[in-house]
């Protein structure tokens, strides 16, 4: 199958009327999306992604009121945390109903619901009569795409369409909360942060580390990865540990060597700078082949909790 990049629109809308996956672009990363409400194109979903069946999609729609047949019901906390962020980088969890297929949420009561930012998809989404389930559009486990060549490079002549809406403009994905026993909790961390969240709601708990087995199935430790292996640590000290070794390295604002297998992903210190062009960066390193990416622990506030989340799966390996 040939797979067609195009600007524009309407040949997605066609193809994902009759059941087909379209690659689409968000505000955060790029998805692998099909119609939600089908079976079939869920399952498709799965196989082009190589992604296991326990690991459960998120639902995208431009608007709340939309996902009311689709869930129990939205507390008013969630409409509340909408009206400030969305469209934008926030997934709510929710209990469902019967009319989301058991596939999406892989078994799970819950469905992972958002709104998201990019002109294209919400105009998109705007014109379907059902919502879009679309995990990252990247293959399972490897780097998240933000680009839509990065989506070509995994998944071409695997879907016969991806929108390209440029470069993501936040590039890490979606913050994910739910409502239980009266208060919020963040189960991944993403695009919108804990600072942003407690502007409207003060009591939060992230409970992102032990979500691997309970909350969010999907939250694996080894996720995000390079096929060169990363490290996260002191850059000075890590090029001195492996000096024999041709490094790459990946930093927030320093240069830390005369190489050029360096990024430097925010010369002005910026979080938000250095989150959108985080992937592209890992891509762009792992095809250097280098022996090893060295890498650091971002300043652990606002988008650097959600950065070094990410760095963290990236660079965990099972010995
Ligand atoms: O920014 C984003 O959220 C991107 C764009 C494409 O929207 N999507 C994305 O999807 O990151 P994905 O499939 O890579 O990650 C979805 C994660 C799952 O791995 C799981 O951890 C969590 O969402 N999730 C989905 N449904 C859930 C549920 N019912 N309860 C808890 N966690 C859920
Ligand atoms: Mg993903």
Do not use: W
Not at 74 to 85: Q, R, T
Not at 94 to 108: F, Y
Not at 228 to 243: A, S
């Amino acid at each position: 199958m040939e797979t067609r990049i195009e600007k524009n629109i309407d040949h997605a809308i066609k193809l994902l009327k009759t059941n087909q996956v379209v690659a689409i672009p968000t505000e955060t990363v790029y998805g692998l999306a099909g119609n939600a409400l089908h079976p079939e194109t869920i399952l498709k979903i799965y196989e082009v992604k190589q992604r296991p069946r326990f690991d459960p999609l998120i639902v995208h729609t431009d608007q709340l009121q939309k996902m009311e047949k689709f869930v129990e019901y939205i507390p008013d906390i969630i409409y509340k945390l909408a009206e400030s962020f969305s469209p934008g980088p926030l997934t709510f969890v929710l209990p469902k109903t019967a009319a989301i297929p058991d596939l999406v949420t892989s078994g799970l009561a819950s469905v992972a619901v958002r709104i998201p930012d990019h002109s294209k998809t919400l105009e998109l989404l705007s014109q379907l009569d059902f919502p879009l389930a679309a995990p990252s559009a990247n293959l399972f486990g490897q780097i998240s795409p933000t680009k839509a060549k990065h989506v070509f490079h995994q998944l071409q002549n695997k879907i016969p369409l991806i929108i390209d809406g440029g470069e993501c403009r936040v590039g890490i994905e979606s913050t994910i909360v739910r409502y239980k026993n009266n208060q919020l909790e963040v189960l991944r961390l993403g695009g919108t942060t804990i600072d942003q969240l407690k502007r409207i709601c003060k009591d939060i708990a992230v409970v992102t580390e032990q979500s691997e087995q309970i909350h969010a199935p999907g939250q694996l430790k080894s996720h995000y990865a390079t096929r060169t292996p990363m490290i996260v640590g002191d850059i000075p000290q890590l090029l001195e540990q492996y000096k024999q070794k041709d490094c790459a390295v990946l930093s927030f604002s320093k240069s830390y060597t005369s190489g050029k297998k360096q990024i430097i992903l925010s010369e002005k210190a910026e979080l938000s700078e250095a989150a959108k062009k985080l992937f592209n960066a890992m891509h762009v390193l792992d095809s250097l082949q280098a022996d090893i990416i060295l890498t650091e622990e971002f300043p652990p506030v606002g988008l650097g909790l959600a950065i070094n989340d990410r760095l963290r799966r990236a660079s965990y390996r099972e010995y």
